[in-house]
């Protein structure tokens, strides 16, 4: 089985530490391919960003060559997963959804510990339009950006659970869910220290999309993800999404 | 005043068609600018349109030469808005939301009806996301494609008709709102038929841009919409929408 | 354009003040009449006074001889807007609705400063019932008492500023709604000093009913808002609310 | 105990009928008083006469002379019960919560049916405002007349089990609660013929009522319902409720 | 009138100021049969108690011989009231909703305050399905064991009181619910020091029960608790519960 | 890796099939214990036989001797799963959270097909308590009892389909939950039949199972599934949940 991972910003050390943590946890016989937007920023820490990476991981899929069973969309609370199950005929997992659904087993609610406090209602909104947000203690942000989790873990390690700690005794968290794709790795230190389950939305993703290829399960066709119906598309310069229709 | 009205597809004689309708409802001093996307589909009916719409429209936006004071983003259940805040100073508002928002001040319980069946998920998703859905009875589809709408306009009313009846009846609604742009001027004649009043959302996206205005009202910037922070953008071709930190 | 501003208390003063607040944001072209109710108390801070002013401002509408074409409710969460709607064919517009709805146009959560303790829930209650709450991020009380705002402004800004800043970084609100009509022209020195923006209900319904005016769009009378039906009313000693049939 | 029961319009029979069902279901040791308001409809079908209502029996329950432990408004879908809470000291039940509150013990969802479809959003406003409508599976009309329903008794249970047997069988409703003052008395006949169990609004309050007095239990003070802050009531006819401060 | 009260643990003393509290509100020819399980724990602080508890009261019930007018379920925030509900022809109410059903009537909002902290989300999950959380404030933990209830009254005071306290104050409730069966009798204590109104489950239930029954009211048949459909239980030790059809 | 799956009912061919089904999801590794109660009723249609299997299952897992690493509850909408996650200390994976969750990942809203119309409301129940109702389309009864599944399966198919289907056109699902672990096994053929994925409780379970074990992740102790404090339990006959503590 082979799962493609892609990354929404355009840092390729991201991608890799991503598909790092997907390989981890992945089955013996799944293959896990990193990919890297060709366009959009090197973060996405709002909804321009967010927006520009939503049909930068669309072209990034489109693009790719060869045949796969899955995606996942490794960005926390950004913006395109409806579109990519649109083209696509494979299942598409959101790593925001697959950790809150993953955290739902584990405990009465959870938490988000993510990167900037403007990137909190991005999170909730993904949360409320996945109807996963009922029993979503809070969503806490640790200050760091994006790129500051790579450049310093340990202390990215240290805000994060100070977060954790917060959300399970003021918000009566039971569960905590790493908000960042970049937070990929960090989740057993958290759980050493914050003495709850710690679900890294990666590791969860890659999970259920095997799962889902496993039961022969993906998109219903029947009304919201139906394949785009054919369109005229004029003026985009990238020949994969220009013909989404092939797909 | 001058209010910018971009387009969400790429079809020219739509936005002259939004255009006309926004300078109808338009006050005395205010200028409509109808803008269309450099590129995109011709009209947008599922999420693959409109994510590529989305940066399209703030690509046609930043890409603008000269001043404005309000920009309007009149695709009907689209992506985007929250991109379009971030960057711009002043009020953006989208068709959908101000459709929905005037249409709470006229009645009990109102009823979208849009184009396709496939969209009305997207359009009571942002309706959800929004904060305008607890008073929103159903959200109805025609059986139209945006573009048969231009071509048949009184097919198109039939249509509209027929299920405006069957929300205020079946729904308990008590307003409709036309749930696309290119419905833009069909309004006075499903009044008509229908005997409840009918929003278009480009109109009441007018008068509420212009109202913000009028109050010196504009997006407010400390947290979610705040301008996006200083990213390293590659591989982008358009430099309007590579260099947002400018705007 | 002739806009009725009906005040819900018997302070004339603060009509007074309404009615500035009113012209000072009215198009070149609207005539603003200011109402104080004939009878009543002489300011609303719970649901007796405010039940009262319910019937008292259709009472004074109704006694308005001379066409108009919108009317305002000028109290911040009282009782009352819907039976004006069933009274009424023109469009009637509350300043509670009207303020919310306008800064759900300027950030992702608003908070309410109002008054006294005790008329938070009845605000609360109202913005439920108008399926306006979901993204009100909190509704606070400054403390100070609705004749207390017009005695002494400097201490009401100080204390609507404090809790305003209180709501954008505990309540996590974006946007200040003022909560009080007798906080009209508060809101510039309030913005100043919470740097987010501030929306004043009174202002917000002036714009509002002007855009319906200019749209043509009036109340739905196919249901809730229907005209009363014909009834016997007895006891009652002003003959505008005796006889509403006519009007 | 003696129990004040207020019917909200002016017509006596109607009074005559409530007051009788009342004490149908009333204990050993409880009196039950019927107040005819002195002003207002001679029956209550939208929110104008509603409003007017409110207000009429304040004036009503104030003008009583003589002590009183508890008062039952006897308006299906009213309102006004918040005004009273805040003016007494003892009891305020609400016909239309009592119902609501007491079918919640009897099956899984209830449903109401009640006279015109005009009243229904009035009906499912005030059970969202109480916080009852979660298990409410549907407000139907019977297409009678408030006044009809006293004219025509087996025409209107004929209505009413027919709207009973639909709420039933198409809204999955368990239990039916009859929303309208002027049905007391048809209950009996109606669960015979639909074969679930039916609540009579008037009969609830009043064992709702008289367990409250027996608990020792009465409105809370603290904050939303604290006694009327002192006024300048002016204008206003009647000195019951010109200085509410002395009750 | 016999209503049996039954208690969820084994402690008979709990039983017995259970029963107490139950004979001290009911009517004068009301009689209280108190129950106590024939197995199960000594207190139930969690789930595994509490659903064993929930088939011990069903077999405690089914084995009383003799006739009864209604069944009380006294333990709060407990699973299995569905299961009597569906074996028993009499009105059924389980303390935790009639606590909450009745405090609704006395102020805006209410909380409960309950023994330990892992109790609180049990609660908070009965109060959602049963539909009446709408207008809970919070559930707050005394930290107080059931059985420290018991042993020592006044700190039980003590450190309720101090949480009632907060609720008011933070959480902006207005009425105080007590949240466990061994709580019963507190409540004046805890009225005169919290100076709101304080709701005893116990002693709630006790008037419903009483006044469904003087309606004539039960269960509802017609589909969530209609009686169980034959089955064949192997395995039971009791026969009471083994054969339920008979009831 | 071994997993039990606890069916329950007492019917061993169902507890075979449903291991069957279990078995053909599993990955290479896994083993799957299928387990029956040792008391209960022979299938689960009502709240009553629920209760008493949501012990007779904590019995049976209780009893189970040897190492294990996840159990899963096989009724769908049964009660229990929060016992067994108190009591053990490996994750519990109920089916019908895990079909939900399953089916969130395949299209906009789901439903869910089960056996009886009275088991209805106790699914729905079992959702809003999971937090995985917001995008439940419905909940439909095919109207076949449980062990009529297994008798005529060919009936059943086309029973389920029906309602499959009607599910689809009039209330918008996009993908089909099988509402029985009676089901188990049918979900290839109903899915050819009506078009769209189909989500088999049981299958998605092992997964979801499976990978929680591989994440290291099982059910947070913190505070509401935290082991049960040590009790006093009598009268119980069987040792295992006699002494939970030593789990």
């Not at 990919?35 to 489109?62: H, K, Q, W």
């Amino acid at each position: 089985m082979r799962i493609l991972v892609a990354n929404v910003n355009t840092t390729r050390s991201m991608t890799d530490s991503i598909a790092a943590q997907a390989r981890h946890v992945a089955a013996a016989g799944t293959e896990i391919i990193g990919l890297t937007p060709r366009f959009g920023a090197d973060s996405c820490e709002g909804n321009f960003e967010s927006y520009l990476a939503a049909i930068a991981v669309m072209d990034t899929v489109l693009s790719y060559e060869g045949p796969y069973d899955a995606v996942i969309q490794a960005g926390y609370g950004e913006h395109g997963r409806e579109g990519l199950q649109e083209l696509l005929d494979v299942p598409v997992v959101d790593i925001t959804e697959a950790a809150a659904s993953t955290a739902m087993f584990l405990g009465h609610k959870y938490s988000v510990v993510t990167t900037l406090d403007r990137t909190v209602p991005l999170i909730e909104d993904r949360l409320k339009l996945a109807g996963l947000d009922a029993r979503c203690a809070s969503v806490r942000a640790s200050g760091l950006a994006v790129l500051e989790l790579e450049e310093d873990p340990e202390r990215a390690v240290e805000a994060i659970v100070e977060q954790a700690l917060l959300a399970v005794r003021r918000d009566r968290a039971e569960v905590i869910v790493l908000g960042c794709g970049g937070m990929a790795g960090l989740d057993e230190q958290i759980r050493l220290r914050a003495s709850v389950p710690v679900v890294d939305g990666v590791a969860a993703a890659v999970t259920i999309a095997e799962s889902l290829v496993r039961m022969g399960l993906s998109t219903s066709k029947v009304r919201t993800y139906a394949t785009p119906r054919p369109k005229t598309i004029t003026g985009w310069p990238w020949p994969a999404v220009d013909t989404p229709a092939v797909s």
